[in-house]
């Protein structure tokens, strides 16, 4: 069972790089690392995923150590839109043994 | 392309009633999740539907029950609600059996 620990809040201001980094230090070798973004009263948003080394799409890059015990979300430039709760998740959603976890609550001042 | 789609998006049900969902994948979808997320307990999955049979289920109790039709849109129901089970139900679809799942805006059930 792939635990995850990441930070409960984070504070950045608009036009700033955020990176949120996340602990699983029980990764197994065949599990992926996901990414989700999720707004009050609305269903999480697939952000990223990532196996090892470094992914980048057009709303993120997540960058992966060797090891594979964290990751790290980066946003470009926020905007106050970004405003929202982060989930770190590792595995298959569809695995009952998951835990999709607290999540960072990213605030986004002017 | 639309999203995935749930209906109805707000539901004030008293315990002891039952309670049906629907979801409405994204077109070519053909696997469909569900899944209850509350404040306490987090995201949880339910179960999971590809092509009409249940592939997969979590850990809840038989009063939580679903299908999925043909055109791979799927139901929900929960019989004999319990306060407990209010909660925002989540439902996801994705192509194939990837990770990838693409969420719904959810319905908020609140049992009184």
């Known amino acids: 069972l792939a635990k995850t620990t990441q930070p409960i809040s984070m504070d950045s201001y608009e036009g700033q790089e955020v990176n949120i980094t996340c602990s699983h230090n029980?990764?197994?070798?065949?599990?992926?690392i996901t990414w989700y973004q999720q707004f009050p009263s609305q269903g999480p948003r697939f952000i990223i995923q990532?196996?090892?080394t470094k992914v980048t799409n057009e709303v993120a890059s997540l960058f992966i150590p060797a090891d594979r015990k964290s990751s790290t979300l980066s946003l470009p430039r926020v905007s106050l839109s970004d405003t929202a709760v982060y989930y770190c998740l590792v595995g298959d959603l569809r695995d009952d043994k998951i835990i999709f976890g607290k999540g960072t609550r990213l605030h986004i001042l002017p | 392309k639309a999203g995935v789609t749930q209906t109805p998006r707000y539901l004030i049900k008293t315990r002891g009633q039952q309670v049906t969902l629907s979801c409405s994948p994204i077109s070519g979808h053909r696997s469909v999740s569900w899944y209850q997320q509350t404040p306490g307990q987090g995201l949880q999955f339910l179960f999971e539907?590809?092509?009409?049979?249940?592939?997969n289920k979590g850990n809840f109790p038989g009063r939580f029950s679903g299908r999925q039709f043909s055109n791979s849109r799927s139901e929900m129901n929960v019989s004999t609600l319990e306060l407990g089970d209010s909660a925002l139900y989540l439902c996801?679809?994705?192509?194939?059996?990837?990770?990838?799942?693409?969420f719904g805006p959810g319905t908020r059930l609140t049992v009184t």
């Open positions: 539907y590809f092509s009409e049979t249940q592939r």
């Open positions: 996801a679809s994705s192509l194939w059996d990837n990770y990838e799942q693409y």
């Open positions: 029980n990764i197994a070798t065949n599990d992926y």
């Open positions: 990532g196996y090892k």
